[in-house]
């Protein structure tokens, strides 16, 4: 098996400054199942191919949660802090009890279709403030409108408090790069993880007061009053979504609007109603793959690809590559935005498939739908900066001029 | 309103991790986590009027070191 020395997979400067999805297709050609070291002794089996990663969402009994989504996300043989508390670091059965309440308040169908008219209000006042010949950045002016709605809905907040809590976790997953954090990154990610966790205890005080419980925060603080969940896990998991909802789709949607620019005619295709803003959504996801992987811990022998990752390893599930596998994907390395039964990966699969898929999908559409309906459209003036991470692909920088969708279209 | 002192450190991360801890004890060794330090914070904050920031929690990591650093970034002056 190929074994990989201080491999570019654990470089933020890789995934910023060079090509990571050529270096995982040659992985997944060659060497679908791999090692990857660094020098300070730290080590990880990689999949790559579509069905490895699939095979290894739906086998959480044999890929634990409990240490860490992250590469670092803590050390062997500690699990986690918040393991077994917080959703995305626990294992079945407490996953399954903690998902049950923050899914049928947060991700029902009445709150999804809140969500979406607070997100299409958020987006389209956003774009009516534009005129022709406005240079701006989207990252910032436009892209945090996406999660915004959301906050504001689950968390029963003003615009103001959503975007201060975005600015919080925006902080904690992108402390690896400057453009969010300073000189102090480390300094930055406690700070700024202290403040949406005092944030989520002074709104659930408020809701345990008040009795409101028509949002997910409120059921939550009526769980924690009733005795029925632990505070520190209904501030866990409201971090735990918070974070999740804001760090990713504002990504997809400045990637998405680069990606569009490139592809004019493709773009046309979705303005004319010639592909859905459904099915363009799918494409856009899969293309984007903003969460690149995710990593679980082993806790028995897991056999995969002919081989067998031993008890007590780290393994890694690139969603992005999974996504670019010819195997599942016809002209894998193409944005086709019409493509026809898209299986995409982004959100990846089994129990702890993305909590937040569907509202994250919500906005994805709605902004295209949005954008599509527009009489104008941003056309990109400079290389975009990318995010300097391995684990969440996005963009902190994106020069665009607003122009007249005609022109653009031309 | 008390004054921030090093035993006031040690009296609130002992009530939040429920175990004897003295100025040289890594709190993070003793159990503490995030959610703790939320804890510790608001204490410390309620009895002193001081809202210390978490990477100093972090910084610090012993009840010494915590006030030590405290005392560095003057905080709450």
Redesign the interface.
């Known amino acids: 098996m190929l074994v990989v020395e201080d491999s570019p997979l654990y470089s933020a400067e890789f995934f910023a400054v060079d090509d990571p999805w050529r270096y995982l297709a040659e992985l997944r050609e060659n060497d679908p199942v791999s090692v990857h070291r660094r020098a300070d002794g730290y080590e990880f089996y990689a999949l790559t191919r579509y069905d490895h990663v699939y095979a290894a969402y739906v086998d959480h009994h044999r890929l634990s949660s409990s240490y860490g989504t992250m590469i670092d996300g803590s050390y062997l043989p500690e699990k986690d802090s918040a393991s077994g508390r917080m959703l995305i670091v626990a294992d079945e059965p407490a996953h399954g009890a903690i998902k049950k309440p923050i899914k049928n308040s947060g991700f029902n169908r009445a709150m999804l279709a809140r969500i979406g008219d607070i997100v299409r209000r958020n987006i389209r006042s956003v774009l009516a403030e534009l005129s022709v010949g406005d240079r701006l950045d989207f990252t910032t002016v436009v892209a945090p409108e996406l999660p915004k709605g959301v906050l504001e809905a689950l968390f029963g907040i003003g615009p103001s408090d959503a975007a201060a809590l975005l600015e919080a976790t925006r902080t904690m997953i992108g402390y690896r790069d400057q453009a969010y954090t300073g000189t102090s990154p480390l300094d930055a990610l406690v700070d700024a993880q202290l403040e949406v966790l005092e944030f989520m205890d002074e709104l659930i005080d408020q809701r345990i007061r008040t009795g409101t419980a028509d949002d997910m925060i409120g059921f939550l603080a009526q769980c924690v009053a009733g005795g029925a969940m632990p505070r520190d896990v209904a501030l866990l998991n409201g971090l735990n979504v918070a974070v999740g909802g804001n760090e990713t789709t504002p990504h997809t949607a400045s990637l998405a609007v680069a990606t569009l620019d490139a592809l004019r005619p493709q773009w046309r295709q979705v303005v004319d109603g010639e592909v859905s803003c459904e099915t363009a959504t799918q494409e856009l996801l899969r293309w984007t793959s903003t969460n690149s992987y995710v990593q679980r811990l082993a806790v028995v022998d897991f056999p995969v690809g002919g081989t067998v990752i031993p008890a007590g390893s780290f393994v890694t599930l690139w969603n992005m590559s999974a996504n670019r596998d010819r195997l599942v994907f016809e002209r894998p390395d193409e944005f086709l935005v019409g493509r026809p039964g898209n299986r995409q990966l982004a959100f990846g699969a089994g129990v702890h498939r993305c909590l937040g898929a569907p509202v994250a999908t919500l906005e994805i559409q709605t902004f295209v739908e949005e954008l599509a309906a527009w009489d104008k459209a941003f056309a990109v003036t400079a290389t975009p900066q990318r995010l300097r991470s391995n684990f969440m692909l996005g963009l902190t920088e994106l020069q665009v001029d607003v122009v007249k969708a005609t022109d653009f279209l031309e | 309103m008390t004054e921030l002192t090093v035993n006031l450190i040690m009296e609130c991360v002992r009530k939040v991790a429920d175990r004897e801890i003295v100025e040289d004890t890594d709190i993070f060794a003793a159990g503490i ?3 703790a ?2 804890r510790c ?1 608001a204490m410390l904050k309620e009895w002193t009027g001081v809202k210390v ?3 100093v ?3 610090g990591r012993t009840p010494a070191g915590i006030f030590e650093l405290i005392e560095a970034e003057h905080v709450g002056c």
């Open positions: 986590d995030s959610l330090v939320l914070r920031p978490g990477h929690f972090f910084g």
